[in-house]
């Protein structure tokens, strides 16, 4: 089965072709890779008292250029507890910081009395057109995606299902909230305000609220780009699985006109 990274050893990994970046192929789309983080997250709970909470919070800076080469993540306790507990997992390129995640995890329990205030749950991907992101975004992340458009997408709007058929780590079992997490980042590119060789508008974070754990194989994105008149936008998503709304992602991305480009939006 195609994977996006291969397991080197118990920290260590190669990413695949099906890693390559949207903005440029030699270098990693950052979607897959913040689901191994995840991945590393949830083995290091696994093995520690922290298998009985949620990840509930987990946010990403992306320190510099994603080099598709071999790589390390290492997962720390920042804040320990039993009942929240702050966790840090790193990516190392190189001898370079490339990736910094803090993930909150918080205790379970039994909210089933008090729970609501999502929104309305989205039309289903089943039936939906596939619509090809290649013809707008190069690179072997975005060929590995299947996507389904809810309506016709808008600059700056859209609503869409995402899913791979590919495997996070060849050879892996990886949870549901890791294969889940290693798509989010697909928000940026579904809804563009813009041609990507006209600006350029790379996401800098991600961050992603949850208030219940996603299952199944499809990521639902509404999605709302934002651009300012200094340099900065917001990419704005509300996370659906098929079950209904989970949460909440944000990105900030960093605007410029491309070499060549516009001028203006």
Excluded: K
């Excluded at 397991?7 to 890693?19: F, K, N, W």
């Excluded at 001898?95 to 803090?102: D, F, L, N, S």
């Excluded at 309305?120 to 389904?148: C, F, K, N």
């Amino acid at each position: 089965m195609p994977s996006y990274f291969e397991r080197l050893d118990d920290e260590r990994y190669r990413p695949t072709a099906h890693t390559g970046g949207a903005w440029d192929p030699d270098e990693q789309h950052f979607s897959p890779l913040g689901g191994l983080m995840v991945h590393a997250i949830d083995r290091s709970a696994a093995s520690s008292e922290r298998a009985g909470m949620r990840l509930s919070r987990i946010s990403f800076d992306i320190l510099g250029r994603l080099a598709r080469e071999d790589f390390t993540v290492h997962v720390a306790t920042v804040r320990a507890g039993r009942t929240i507990e702050l966790v840090e997992a790193t990516v190392v390129i190189g001898e370079r910081t490339a990736v910094r995640g803090r993930a909150w995890l918080l205790a379970a329990g039994d909210t089933c009395a008090v729970a609501g205030g999502e929104a309305p749950a989205l039309e289903a991907p089943q039936g939906l057109a596939a619509l090809d992101l290649t013809s707008v975004w190069h690179g072997g992340y975005i060929a590995s995606l299947d996507m389904r458009a809810i309506g016709r997408p808008r600059p700056g709007r859209a609503t869409a299902w995402i899913s791979t058929d590919l495997d996070l780590v060849a050879g892996e079992p990886s949870g549901p909230l890791a294969r889940y997490v290693a798509l989010v980042d697909t928000a940026n590119g579904v809804a563009v305000r813009v041609q990507p060789g006209e600006w350029i508008f790379p996401n800098v974070d991600l961050t992603i609220h949850l208030h219940r754990q996603p299952a199944g194989r499809w990521v639902g994105l509404d999605t709302t780009v934002v651009f300012g008149p200094e340099g900065q936008g917001v990419t704005s998503t509300v996370l659906h699985d098929l079950a209904g709304q989970v949460g909440h992602a944000q990105q900030i991305l960093t605007i410029r006109c491309a070499p060549g480009g516009g001028s203006g939006t």
